[in-house]
């Protein structure tokens, strides 16, 4: 078996496929699925994206992110059912998830019952990729579900999603109603004849305070365009969530773009709004509700990160780049005075309470990093110091996709020039390619009349 053609397949299907599908709220399926001959629907189940891959006699599972799963209880049902399909070789789309009976499950149920290899650990089958050499297209939706609800039968820990077939939206409302609300599922797939395949979940409505904000130009000047959210860590940091632009009302825009212009504050990180403009960031004061339709863990790049910011004395720094999400559609519901700036009330765990961010409000604790070479040199004339510091170190910290290996920072201190402080920073993974910029920048900088200092 060819493990590595597999892996690049669901990471295929997983940014081709899974991760184009388009979220609605169940108020806009009037309004925003196109209309078509027929629909098919399917139950959206909250767990882990796998294949289900059957070869030589073996079922095992794999996922986009390399891992490889091959004594999940689950998989002996695998076996037996394509036996008994008398099928040799099987690609099968599917989502893995915790069985609980009745109860809603969630997809860090999933995780913490995964290492025990739970016999209620399920597979939901929703896709074909091919079996016994006979790759099929991805739109028979048709043949697809027809062959899944044959190999999968009812009783087993292994199954078809199973689809209905509607030809009207008001159908596909009624099927969102029982399944969701009634049910309560985590949401509806859609797949229209037409291709577009829509994901209908209930809106995520959170609470945040606005750090930032950017004015409207041209004939909308004076109102507000745009602003930054932020929620609050478990270690007291202002965790960025969102950029909210839709929602408010022409007066409001006027009435909360006065309001923020008076609470600016300095910010030694800058964040770029929808419209490539910084944002100005403000005292956290303001908190707001917003309702998102969906909330992405990653992207095609892999998992969301966002920066954590500290504020102090009117301050806003960069603390941490953590895991976060991606919010879908955000839309401005109202101002929350009836709540205040601390970690309950706009507390993260809004968000990982229903979604399983790996380390999003943990510290990373990261190794001190280790000076290899430093020299400094001054000079004087005319009674005019200047100094000039070259510096270079290893990060010990580059199994951190934030940092490099090692970095030369050069100083440039003159008391006599307008700029008096210029500073060069240069990163690089190789210590011989560093090394020749330290060395370089030194033959460059340094010439007659500079002295070394200790």
């Known amino acids: ?99 609980k009976g009745n109860e809603r499950s969630r997809v860090f149920d999933l995780t913490a019952n995964l290492d025990e290899k739970s016999p209620d650990i399920f597979f939901a089958a929703f ?30 820990r292994i199954h078809s999603i199973g689809s209905k077939t509607v030809s009207s939206r008001k159908e596909i409302e009624e099927y969102y109603k029982q399944a969701v609300i009634t049910d309560k599922h985590e949401g509806v797939i859609v797949k229209s004849a037409d291709g577009m395949i829509y994901k209908i979940k209930p809106s995520v409505t959170l609470d945040a305070v606005i750090i930032g904000y950017v004015e409207s130009e041209d004939e ?29 009302s022409d007066d409001e825009r006027k009435a909360l773009l006065k309001k923020l212009e008076i609470s600016k504050v300095d910010s030694n990180y800058i964040v770029a709004s929808g419209a490539k403009v910084a944002f100005t960031m403000v005292k956290p004061e303001l908190i707001l509700e917003y309702k998102s339709i969906d909330l992405a863990t990653e992207n095609s790049k892999g998992p969301i990160k966002k920066m954590c910011l500290k504020y102090e004395n009117s301050l806003f720094t960069p603390h941490q780049s953590r895991p976060c999400v991606s919010s879908m559609s955000p ?39 280790k000076i290899v070479k430093r020299e400094v040199f001054s000079k004087e004339i005319k009674g005019q110091k200047m100094v000039r510091k070259f510096l270079l170190w290893e990060t010990n910290k580059s199994e951190h996709p934030d940092y490099p290996k ?41 010439k007659k009349g500079w002295k070394s200092v200790d």
């Open 1 to 99: 078996m060819n493990i590595e053609r597999i892996k690049d397949q669901a990471l295929d299907y997983k940014n081709s496929v899974a991760s184009k599908y388009l979220p609605i709220d169940q108020e806009e399926v009037l309004s925003k699925i196109r209309d078509a001959d027929h629909y098919f629907l399917s139950i959206k189940y909250d767990g882990h994206f796998y294949l289900l891959c059957y070869e030589d006699g073996k079922a095992f599972l794999v996922n986009p992110g390399d891992n490889i799963i091959e004594d999940l209880p689950l998989l002996e049902d695998a076996q037996t059912l394509f036996e008994e399909s008398k099928i040799k070789k099987a690609c099968i789309v599917g989502e893995l998830y915790f069985n």
């Open 127 to 156: 896709d074909i990729l091919s079996i016994d050499g006979h790759e099929y297209q991805r739109n028979d939706l048709l043949n697809k579900y027809t062959k899944l609800d044959k190999i999968f039968t009812d009783g087993s």
């Open 220 to 248: 909308r000047e004076g109102m507000l365009r745009e602003v930054l959210v932020a929620m609050i860590t478990k270690d007291n940091f202002y965790q960025i969530t969102a950029k909210i632009g839709n929602g408010f």
């Open 331 to 369: 839309v401005f519901l109202r101002l929350r005075d009836d709540k205040n700036v601390n970690a309950n009330d706009i507390r993260f765990s809004q968000i990982t309470d229903i979604l399983e961010l790996e380390n999003s409000e943990n510290e990373f604790y990261l190794k001190e990093s």
């Open 406 to 446: 090692y970095v030369f920072h050069y100083t440039d201190f003159s008391s006599s020039r307008k700029d008096m402080l210029k500073k060069e920073v240069r990163v690089s993974d190789s210590i011989k390619q560093v090394e020749e910029i330290y060395n370089n920048s030194i033959l460059g900088n340094v």
